[in-house]
């Protein structure tokens, strides 16, 4: 039987697991950086808040929130901005992302964040966890020529220009 934690990493084990996992994830294979290396790229997420998944004492999946502040109708609220959301072969279809996830939105809510948002990979998972996708703009191109007549015509009303 496999024992699967849910828990936030402490400082010292971001490094480590977060190579592993997001370079497997998100750089071509088989790139695995220098420790070094990594530590460098990263040091700039000291604030970000990481959570993992470990079955059997591994890590399977691992996520990554940023402090945010969003304006929604003129009202700042804090947030989280989700990245690095990752689950190594060995662990996907078995809920792990799923459940750290929602371990982490409950840090989010704990700390006061009203808001999370992500770019997602697949809307249709994160779907699942109650996000929904902003309005996709919807673009109209005419031809103006069919408007032309309406520049001979004396129209009532005022330019707001």
């Not at 190579?19 to 290396?37: D, V």
């Not at 996000?131 to 001979?152: D, E, H, I, M, N």
Request: proline share 7%.
């Amino acid at each position: 039987m496999t024992t699967t934690t849910i828990r936030q990493l402490q400082r010292d084990e971001i490094p480590e697991i977060t190579r592993l996992l997001t370079s497997y994830a998100f750089r071509s294979t088989p790139s695995l950086p220098e420790r070094a290396t990594w530590q460098q790229e990263m040091a700039y997420l000291d604030e970000a808040t990481h959570f993992a998944v470990f079955a059997d004492k591994q890590p399977v999946a691992s996520a990554a929130s940023s402090p945010i502040i969003q304006n929604i109708r003129g009202q700042f609220y804090p947030g989280g901005g989700l990245w690095a959301v990752t689950t190594h072969p060995a662990g996907r279809r078995k809920g792990y992302a799923r459940a750290m996830l929602t371990a982490l939105l409950a840090r989010l809510h704990e700390d006061g964040c009203a808001i999370s948002v992500l770019y997602p990979f697949r809307e249709s998972f994160y779907t699942r966890l109650g996000y929904t996708a902003f309005q996709q703009p919807k673009v109209v191109r005419f031809s103006p020529v069919g408007l032309q007549p309406l520049l001979k015509k004396e129209l009532d009303g005022m330019w707001n220009w």
